[in-house]
C-alpha cells in the first residue's frame, strides 16, 4: 500500500494546486504558458508566475535533498540531444496550443474535447519516439 500512496498525494496536490490557481487567478495551470510568461511578462503577471515557476524547482530540489534515492540513476546523455529534445517539445507545446499540463491535467477536468485529443497525441507521440529510440535505433 505505501507504494500508491505517494503518487496519490502527488496527484492530490498537483489537481489542489491547479484548482486554486484557476479559482484565485483565473489561470489555467499550463507549466509552458506560465514559464514562457516569464519571458515577457506582462505588467502584473511577474510575481505569480515567478512564484509557481520557483516552486516547481524548488519543490524538487527539496524532494532531491530529502529522498535522493526516489530519482533513482540519472540519465546521461549529450548536451546536443538534450538541446534538441528541448527545442522539439518547446515547438510542440506551440503546435498544440499548451503542454501536458495545461491539457493533460486542467484542459481534460474541464472537459475540452481539444484536450482530449492533444492529450492522446502526446501519449500516442511519445510510446512511439520511446519505441523508435529504444528498439529501432538502439537507443541514444
Known amino acids: 500500500m505505501t507504494q500508491f500512496l505517494p503518487p496519490l498525494l502527488g496527484g492530490i496536490l498537483i489537481g489542489l494546486a491547479s484548482s486554486l490557481l484557476l479559482l484565485f487567478n483565473g489561470r489555467v495551470a499550463g507549466i509552458s504558458g506560465i514559464a514562457g510568461g516569464l ?3 506582462r505588467r502584473g503577471e511577474l510575481a505569480w508566475r515567478a512564484a509557481f515557476v520557483g516552486g516547481l524547482v524548488g519543490g524538487g530540489l527539496l524532494l532531491r535533498a530529502l529522498f535522493p534515492r526516489v530519482f533513482g540513476a540519472p540519465v546521461v546523455t549529450g548536451v546536443g540531444l538534450t538541446v534538441l529534445a528541448g527545442l ?8 498544440g496550443n499548451g503542454c501536458t499540463s495545461g491539457h493533460g491535467v486542467c484542459g481534460l477536468a474541464r472537459g475540452s474535447l481539444r484536450s482530449l485529443v492533444a492529450t492522446g497525441t502526446f501519449m500516442v507521440t511519445g510510446a512511439l519516439t520511446v ?3 529504444h528498439h529501432v535505433l538502439g537507443g541514444l
Open 39 to 41: 519571458l515577457l511578462p
Open 88 to 95: 522539439l517539445v518547446g515547438f510542440g507545446t506551440r503546435l
Open 131 to 133: 519505441f523508435l529510440v
